[in-house]
T-cell receptor, first 112, second 114 residues
Framework: LAKTTQPISMDSYEGQEVNITCSHN???????ITWYQQFPSQGPRFIIQ???TKVTNEVASLFIPADRKSSTLSLPRVSLSDTAVYYC?????????????FGSGTRLSIRP | NAGVTQTPKFRVLKTGQSMTLLCAQD?????MYWYRQDPGMGLRLIHY???????AKGEVPDGYNVSRLKKQNFLLGLESAAPSQTSVYFC?????????????FGPGTRLTVT
């Protein structure tokens, strides 16, 4: 699986847009990019997944440039409840989910 | 629809004691996983199952055993608990094996071994 690198932590304020970038320089052709969110004392939950360009859902947007060597999770107008750890995962859709690697993630703290 | 549930939520064990963690899912998923998460760390896969009656080792299987006698349940056992097994344990299930299938996680079991 492609190795990912993301910031250890980020701080922002309520109402701001937050962008978390994940670097995955050795991403392969069949790899998808997936983001999970983990609130304190809870299990991770799926946020968004994409292959290229832009994907948007009710929670976030995912921007993937043409070379796919990085991706950016965008959270619009964050609130205190967006305080969580965000994990970027990259993997081949033909590989077993048992090969998923949850790194340390990015700890996002939102302040009033 | 309860999703993925875990029992118990908290447990304190003494070194050498044994226990079983239960994971149950009501989504008819074939694939189930047990992870551990240590403070400030990501999740590490302990064991997983690709269907009823099957189990396989993950990244950190030593000291743990698992069983999947029923499709909806995945049990994680600690035969002789050690302080190094103090962690939060998460169970997850998916509809498919590939990485693009969303994993549904349980609320976790916080285990302390003294």
């Amino acid at each position: 699986l492609a190795k990912t690198t993301q910031p250890i932590s980020m701080d922002s304020y309520e109402g701001q847009e937050v962008n978390i970038t994940c670097s995955h320089n050795n991403i392969a052709t069949n790899d998808y990019i997936t983001w999970y969110q983990q609130f304190p004392s809870q299990g991770p939950r799926f946020i968004i997944q994409g292959y290229k360009t832009k994907v948007t859902n009710e929670v976030a947007s995912l921007f993937i440039p043409a070379d796919r060597k990085s991706s950016t999770l965008s959270l619009p107008r964050v609130s205190l409840s967006d305080t969580a750890v965000y994990y970027c995962l990259v993997g081949d859709i033909y590989s077993s989910a048992s090969k998923i690697i949850f790194g340390s993630g990015t700890r996002l703290s939102i302040r009033p | 629809n309860a999703g993925v549930t875990q029992t118990p939520k908290f447990r304190v064990l003494k070194t050498g004691q044994s226990m079983t963690l239960l994971c149950a899912q009501d989504m008819n998923h074939e694939y189930m996983y047990w992870y551990r998460q240590d403070p400030g760390m990501g999740l590490r896969l302990i064991h997983y199952s690709v269907g009823e009656g099957t189990t396989a080792k993950g990244e950190v299987p030593d000291g743990y055993n698992v069983s999947r006698l029923k499709k909806q349940n995945f049990l994680l056992g600690l035969e002789s608990a050690a302080p190094s097994q103090t962690s939060v344990y998460f169970c997850a299930s998916t509809d498919g094996q590939a990485i693009d299938y969303e994993q549904y996680f349980g609320p976790g079991t916080r285990l302390t071994v003294t």
